[in-house]
């Protein structure tokens, strides 16, 4: 397992130096992928229309829901693989491969199928309304046809990593990013395609990485290839693929209803452009969140070893520098957001009516970004050290415990504005309890330094 | 004489613990149960506690838990692995069965060795089974609970077991066909049957000389 090694450099090197190098790919990934999706919203905001944006708006759920079964099978298949790489069982790891790849076809198959048949009651029921139905009708026909291509894509991508290539894997989805900012203004502009034009390029591009892909996994030299015969579905590598898929699956599938609801509420409360305001102030977030999450992904390994080495300083060490270094992140979220909202929503839009909103809007939604920083690195931290349930439940506070009350609540008091005071309620309470459980936490860490937990090594 | 490796997998509360140990004193060998995990945390440098945690144990919540992305990461992007995740855990498990088979001829309970030292060239795998009612009675002299708990606990640790050898394996647990010997202790009793199981382990090392 390529990644698996145990770089003792974990337990030695400098914190702040080893967060750095850990956290600057991981950094660019993220930025990578909220750059994609900015790009198709500036196109489709500037090419196409205010509408369009509220109805690509439409589609995020849709599309999270979509992500949800291929992170499914995509996190659950790479797991595996490593496991039994770990093993040197490449004879599953194999048959994994390919069962991924049957997995994949098969549930872009049936998603598209049925998004494609009762698409204007889906998009209805995700509050289309029906002057953005035509736009998020358009676009998700598109992506819906090339759906099979979307999930083996990011299986793919998934697989390459675990199979010790992560930077062919990044080269994958930076190169989607660039082939999709090249070709959306051409297929927007010169082909005049509108909001189709965007899902085509969207769509396009992940078919040449796909295809860059299957070249490189079907070279017979790779000790992972695709080849005859392991194609076929087995029982036994399906239930551990959905067993371990099953958490990512959950909570991206919460992402698509908490963004569902949102929406209808948006829809009854400020109509169809407070949707396409919404949704520019989340690209605009988005940015600063993914730093975030980069920032965190390079903290992982580093918590995770010391904790097991029982190296306490150095976890709290690490700790202490990525709540820095997140602070950081979304401290500049908020100055953006706050200071400078209308220099961002020029970017989407040149629509008067959408501008007045999202201007209004974004600083009442970042009013704690400063403090969401910590929020957002303690929960990954949580994970990191092995305890996957707080972190769960702090990531479900921030992100639907203490929002969906609000945004339930909120409105009919409030009025449109009460989404937007939702959310920015739900960042200071989630802070709080994410604070009061580090305090627990750290409490007890010091209580095992304090006693000196060793090692028994009496073998 | 070639090194060798019998691995015993066990029902809980057949007795299957017992046996191993019996048969190491009786080869004059080393009997890994619990104590691999201590191998594991030397191999590692981590703590022994967080493999304690994790000993056979996959469960489903655990698993739904477990998650490895923080919501709204829709893209799946991670690029560094969690070192304290099960499978990471169970990665330093195997390295260190494979390193202690490497060094001398010893036995293993449990814990996948069967399947983890599946290319070793003399290894001898043998499952112990017993009743239900017989194991039930067992567990619940050893722990001093009453036959109720002790069948909850029974099922629940079985269960446990079942899937965290399943899941690494991919076989199923308890199947004849991942075993040389397959034995029902409740049929002949403990010391018949050990007496087999010695005679069968004798007769394979015959070979391996």
Redesign the interface.
Known sequence: ?A??R?P?E??TEPVGKLLLR?AI??II??TA?SL?NMVDSIFIGQGVGAMAISGLGITFPI??LS??F??MV??GGA?MI??KL???DFK?AQNVLGNVFSMNIMLGIILATVCLLFMEPILTFFGASENTMPYAREYMEVIMWGNVITHLY?GM??VL?SAGK?KLA?GA?LFTVVLNTVMDPLFIYTFNLGIRGAALATVLAQAVALMFQIKMLTNPEELLHLKRGIFRIKM??VK?II??G???F???S??CLVTLIINNVLLSYGGDLSIGAYGIVNRVMFIF??LV?GI???M??IA??N????KYSRVTQVLKYAIFYATICTTLGFIVGVFFPAACTKIFTSEQDLIVIANHAMPIMVMFFPLIGFQ?AT??FF????M??K??FL??TR?LLFLLPGVIFFPPLLGLDGVWYAMAASDLAATVTTALMLFFQMRSFKKMHDNG?T????? | MEKFVINIGRQLGSGGKRIAEQLAQELGINCYDKRLLDLAAQESGFAKELFEHSDENKGLLDNIMHMRFLFGTTSGESFCSNVLSEESLFQFQSEAIRKCAEKESCIFVGRCADYILRDHPHCLNIFIAADESDRIKHVSERKGISLKEAEKLLKKAENTRRNYYNFYTGKTWGASESYDLCINISRLGYDKSFDIVLNFVKEFLAGVQ
Do not use: H
């Open positions: 397992m990644e698996q145990t003792t974990l337990g850990y790919p991981a990934a993220q992928a994609y599309m999270n992500a949800a291929g992170a995509g996190v797991t490593s496991v770990g093993q040197r599953t990011f991508n998934a990593r992560p990044m989805t036994p590598l551990g067993s371990i099953m958490s990512p959950l909570m991206n919460c992402a969140i993914m999450i965190n992904q390079g992982q390994p995770g070893y904790f097991g080495a029982q957002i929960t990954n994970q990191s050290i092995g996957a349930k972190s769960a990531s479900l992100q937990l090692l028994k090594s009496d073998i």
